[in-house]
């Protein structure tokens, strides 16, 4: 469980911060630049679809997604290709990048920055069953947070482990 305060929360996203986020128009030629630019090296591509996303309504929608980190860390590059006109839509509308944070629970976590005046973006679950493992949230002047639950971590490390 969480400790209770805005710092505390604040302190917690700053702590956990494992990767940068992009959303992209092509997932080929993104990981070529960042690859020319910044000499990354590339998991396997995973497609997530569809997706099922709950938005701040509790409507749950469809994400239509392929996704890739890099092999480098510890802060890993993940980059984000969107079918336009899915939920993703929602994250595009708020920038193209997001700061992804391991948090012990998301559901405390997404509770504590809502209560700070954070927003509920998407969701990977119900709020009521806590958004899942994943939760995007926003607040003005900040940038976009998911909060993923260290739960998930052994199939995060196995994937980054991987080769294309």
């Known amino acids: 469980m969480m400790a209770s305060g805005a710092g505390v929360m604040r302190m917690e996203i700053l702590a956990g911060i494992f990767h940068h986020g992009v959303i992209v128009d092509d997932l080929e030629a993104a990981m070529a630049h960042f690859t020319a630019t910044m000499g990354c090296t590339w998991t396997p591509v995973r497609a997530f679809d569809p997706m099922p996303v709950w938005n701040a309504a509790g409507e749950q929608l469809t994400a239509k997604l392929r996704v890739v980190y890099s092999h480098q860390g510890p802060l890993r590059m993940e980059l984000i290709e969107s079918v336009p006109g899915t939920a993703y839509d929602a994250m595009r509308a708020l920038g193209p990048s997001h700061l992804g944070v391991w948090v012990d629970s998301?559901?405390?976590s997404a509770e504590a920055m809502l209560a700070d005046?954070?927003?509920?973006v998407l969701g990977g679950a119900p709020a009521a069953q806590g958004h899942g493992a994943i939760a995007y949230l926003s607040k003005p002047g900040s940038p976009v947070i998911e909060l993923v639950a260290r739960a998930i971590t052994p199939v995060m490390e196995?994937?980054?482990a991987a080769t294309a």
């Open 117 to 120: 005046g954070w927003e509920l």
């Open 106 to 108: 998301v559901a405390d």
């Open 158 to 160: 196995e994937w980054w």
